[in-house]
């Protein structure tokens, strides 16, 4: 591995990311978007036939937006003598500082929105081109592996036994205020589960291997890394690293047509955000128009319309469009593994690594060695894709 020649050559890009990684700890978007008072909502949005509008509540902000905001933008960046690192770094102060800006105006309605379509886009007109073609397939097909009868102390036993094949340690949490099955805290090496969720046998695969064979190897490669904006996140990162994590669905055999369309409802569901819908509006639509069952139309919905309009899950469909494209061109897949990090910055890595400042994945996800996907029908859509 390339070694640095001399360490003052490049303190000047230590000093800044160490200052940028004592600041970025407080904001993690995730710690601050899931309502504390889902399920009563929930009922109470189901007793009224679906016209009322949920109240959800947050948690605390533990920051001072304003301070956090100068001492990002005080990052003295001109001492980076290379280009490209600058521009990194000059990116990445922008990302979190628009993250601030989300956190800070959570429950504010259309200020939260403005401040999520900064940080996270909206879906093209090609995007929802891609959504409505993937929801002509027919996911029909009856299969045991999708019945949910598995609780979420079955889920934790099952996660242990999948994580034996990696040699990294995470605590495991279970949460009545999450609007997902699951998901991973980086910052705190986290697998937290909805503690009321019943799940099928094909969502247990498909989570072991998207939270942990994607979300947390990229968890503890970023952290093996010298540099800590690997562990904290490049701009952009949601796109490739969702991408990733489907893919690695994928490989392992356990995506299916009715996920993929559940990906593909989510990009619906995030454009309606910017027609205006209110929840109700949205909720109608996936239940009333396109027939999904209550509880699914309702946790889409809810995904989407938290914080006041948050549009961060149209990524995941364009991330495995993206993804896949890659991979199947033959794109280096490692050197996305390395940490938090976003595919338009490849370059960038493979720079900081051959200067030794970074280091290749010291973990990799298994599921990309072979692909043991013998779905026909998600090779053509995936490959369909525009």
Request: one cysteine or more; charged letters at 25%; hydrophobic letters at 35%.
């Amino acid at each position: 591995m390339p070694q640095i020649t001399s360490t003052d050559e490049y303190q000047d890009v230590f000093d800044i990311d160490a200052n940028l990684n004592r600041l970025v700890k407080k904001i993690e978007l995730l710690n601050y978007i899931n309502p504390l008072n889902i399920e009563r909502e929930k009922r109470q949005f189901f007793s009224t036939k679906y016209v009322y509008e949920p109240v959800f509540k947050y948690p605390k902000i533990k920051f001072n937006g304003y301070k956090l905001h100068r001492l990002f933008f005080s990052q003295r960046l001109e001492r980076i003598e290379d280009k490209s690192i600058r521009q990194l770094y000059e990116d990445v102060i922008y990302e979190y500082s628009g993250l601030i800006e989300c956190i800070e105006t959570i429950n504010q309605g259309r200020k939260f929105y403005y401040n999520s379509l900064k940080s996270f886009g909206t879906p093209t007109e090609k995007d929802i081109d891609n959504a409505k073609f993937i929801l002509r397939f027919d996911d029909s097909d009856f299969d045991e592996e999708m019945l949910p009868i598995y609780s979420a102390t079955d889920a934790i036993e099952y996660f242990k036994a999948y994580s034996k094949r990696y040699n990294f340690d995470y605590n495991i949490r279970l949460s009545t205020n999450l609007s997902a099955a699951a998901m991973v805290l980086n910052n705190t090496q986290t697998l937290v589960l909805r503690k009321n969720h019943k799940f099928s046998m094909n969502q247990l695969k498909v989570l072991t291997n998207h939270e942990i064979g994607v979300h947390m190897v990229t968890t503890f490669n970023g952290l093996a890394q010298p540099l800590k904006v690997f562990s904290n996140g490049f701009p952009n990162n949601v796109e490739t690293q969702e991408g990733l994590a489907v893919y690695s669905e994928y490989m392992s055999g356990c995506l299916t047509i009715k996920r993929l369309k559940e990906l593909a409802y989510r990009v619906i569901a995030v454009d309606t955000l910017n027609k205006g819908y209110n929840f109700a509006d949205t909720f109608d639509l996936l239940y009333s128009q396109y027939k999904l069952n209550r509880d699914t139309a309702y946790a889409i919905t809810l995904r989407v319309h938290r914080g006041g309009g948050f549009t961060k899950d149209h990524q995941y469909l364009t991330g495995i469009n993206q993804i896949y494209k890659y991979a199947k061109s033959g794109g280096d897949l490692d050197v996305l593994l390395t940490g938090k990090v976003t595919l338009d910055y490849a370059d960038t890595i493979k720079k900081l690594q051959n200067r030794g400042l970074a280091i290749p994945s010291k973990h990799y996800t298994d599921a990309y060695l072979t692909n043991d996907n013998s779905n026909k029908n998600l090779d053509f859509i995936l490959k369909s894709l525009k």
